[in-house]
């Protein structure tokens, strides 16, 4: 695994600490991040739910993000986390949570310009969580949310104060772009 854009380019970062994990490709990694784009990203405020490797904050902090905080229930992958940024040397710039995600809604203060997400497949509580990220006070004002998910996993137009604008399908995986529309 490697960091696909951004001032750490090319550095490679430990894998999943355990079995059956499913990183976020890079591929994936760049689709988001190229949908994201370089406005979104620059001097942002990053929240990484189900972090795992933290490849997707990580992936932000080098395209320009100012913070990450990655959320990861998991205590072997939180260290793994912890390892990869002193690899990409982010360590100032990141904070890692040893907490389920859905906790973190209820933990976590101050708000996040982009938040992404890529839960385990079988995970069928998906919709629910965007659900509670809209209904917390977590996401800014016109902010990203981007949720990683399997193509037999349809997600909903909207969820609260957050509406679909982009689709993205790759092989068996989908990432759906939602928008704060603070209208709503």
């Known amino acids: 695994m490697r960091i696909a854009g951004g001032k750490v380019k090319g550095v490679r970062i430990l894998p999943p600490a355990i ?11 760049e689709v988001i991040f190229n949908v994201l784009g370089q406005n979104n990203i620059s ?15 990580i992936e932000g ?3 320009g993000a100012e913070t990450a905080d990655f959320v990861e229930a998991n205590g072997k992958q939180c ?11 982010f360590e100032e710039n990141g904070k890692v949570y040893r907490m389920k995600a859905e906790q973190s809604l209820k933990v976590l203060t101050g708000r996040y310009g982009v938040v992404v997400m890529d839960p385990p497949y079988r995970l069928e509580e998906v919709g629910a969580i965007v659900e ?13 949310v981007a949720v990683g998910h399997s193509k ?10 957050l509406t679909r604008i982009k689709s993205s ?4 995986s989908m990432v759906d772009f939602y928008i704060k529309d603070v209208s709503r």
């Open 19 to 29: 079995r059956g994990a499913r990183p976020t490709t890079e591929l994936m990694r």
């Open 43 to 57: 001097g942002a405020r990053i929240l990484d739910l189900f972090a795992g490797t933290g490849s997707l904050g």
């Open 61 to 63: 902090l080098s395209r």
């Open 79 to 89: 260290a793994v986390i912890q390892s990869n940024l002193k690899l990409c040397g």
């Open 132 to 144: 509670k990220l809209s209904a917390s006070n977590l996401v800014d004002d016109e902010g990203i």
């Open 152 to 161: 037999r996993q349809m997600l909903t137009e909207t969820y609260g104060a």
């Open 169 to 172: 399908r790759h092989g068996d």
